[in-house]
């Protein structure tokens, strides 16, 4: 797959080619972002399309760089891609701005997608953009609620937070903390570089765990964030199932390979000839609940044994 990471832009025309290309625009690392493109190839080729065969995929990776992965997004439409997947709201939204045209399948689990424009209804969009979508309100209240299973009398919640990927999950956890009568530190977080300092500033504010949003930074880095929460002994859950399989205490949500598979499906289905605009946005169907046991043995915390049994996998 022809890929870059932090290079110099290729001419902004399309490579003389007899292959239809797809546009990979992912706002992390190539380090990180390879299993995933990865996982896309899988799910094109589910749909007729084998990369070398009749599709070529061009990936660019941003480094968290936002004026690299707006240059990116540039490159990639000046190319005339037959299809472009964007991996989170910042990388959709650059594509977006830029064309009307070009489809677009967004693998974005921050954003709501009919609420920010970029779909008319989930069932019809109606424009360029379709893609993997996810529904935050029912996850933070499912989050808060297992964290104060392991934790009696858990008051004060950390939450990072990357600000690049909007306020959606930050509205909705907000409002089921306010539920709860559950005190929350908002800690931003831009950049993998800046885990550390976050779960530093959780330990400062005197919160007794950390909820990880879904974000391109965390969900790249999961071995970054279970290692600074470890080291901060900072009880932790997040979306990423990765995340406990890294030595995360606890994850709550659905598998990115799975969900990176179902996007390049999505692709292949544009490039045999589905509008976006006809082709319905989708949500994950499939969630995990990961607990990992020496995690929190390490922290001294004892999982009850009712959330055990409801684990669709204990680590030991």
């Known amino acids: 797959m022809a890929g870059a990471a932090g290079a110099a832009m290729g001419p902004p025309a399309r490579a003389q080619s007899a292959l239809p290309e797809v546009g990979f625009l992912h706002p992390g690392a190539s380090v ?6 990865a996982a896309v190839g899988e799910g094109l ?5 084998v990369e070398g065969r009749n599709v070529t995929v061009v ?4 480094d968290f760089d936002s004026g690299k992965l707006d240059a990116f997004a540039a ?8 299809a472009l997947i964007t991996v989170g709201p910042q990388a959709v939204f650059a594509a977006r701005a830029l064309t009307t045209t070009i489809p677009i399948v967004a ?4 954003s709501d997608p009919v609420k920010s424009g970029l779909v008319e209804r989930l069932s019809h969009p109606g424009g360029n953009v379709t893609g993997m979508f996810f529904d935050f309100p029912d996850f933070s209240t499912k989050w808060l609620e297992l964290l104060g299973e392991i934790l009696p009398g858990l008051a004060k919640i950390g939450l990072l937070w990357d600000p690049r990927t909007g306020t959606v999950q930050l509205e909705a956890v907000t409002a089921a903390a306010r539920a709860r009568k559950l005190a929350l530190e908002t800690l931003k977080v831009n950049a993998p570089a800046e885990m550390d300092a976050a779960f530093q500033a959780a330990v400062d504010a005197k919160a007794q765990a950390v909820l990880a949003l879904s974000s391109p930074v965390f969900g790249t880095i999961p071995q970054q964030v279970a290692d600074a929460a470890l080291r901060h002994r ?7 199932p990765e995340y406990a399989d890294a030595g995360g205490l606890m994850a709550y949500g659905t598998s990115l390979p799975e969900l990176f598979r179902q996007v390049g499906e999505m692709a292949g289905k544009v490039l045999a000839g589905t509008k976006p605009a006809d082709l319905p946005v ?5 969630f995990e609940l990961v607990i990992n ?3 929190a043995a390490a922290l001294g915390i004892a999982i009850p044994q009712v959330v055990q049994l409801r684990a669709d996998r204990v680590i030991e």
């Open 32 to 37: 990180t972002g390879v299993p995933r493109l």
């Open 45 to 49: 080729r589910i749909r007729g399309f």
């Open 59 to 62: 990936s660019r990776f941003a």
């Open 75 to 82: 490159e990639l439409v000046g190319r005339k891609v037959s």
């Open 107 to 110: 693998q974005d689990l921050e």
């Open 234 to 240: 900072m009880p932790t859950i997040t979306l990423f």
């Open 282 to 286: 989708e949500r994950p169907s499939r």
């Open 293 to 295: 046991l020496k995690t």
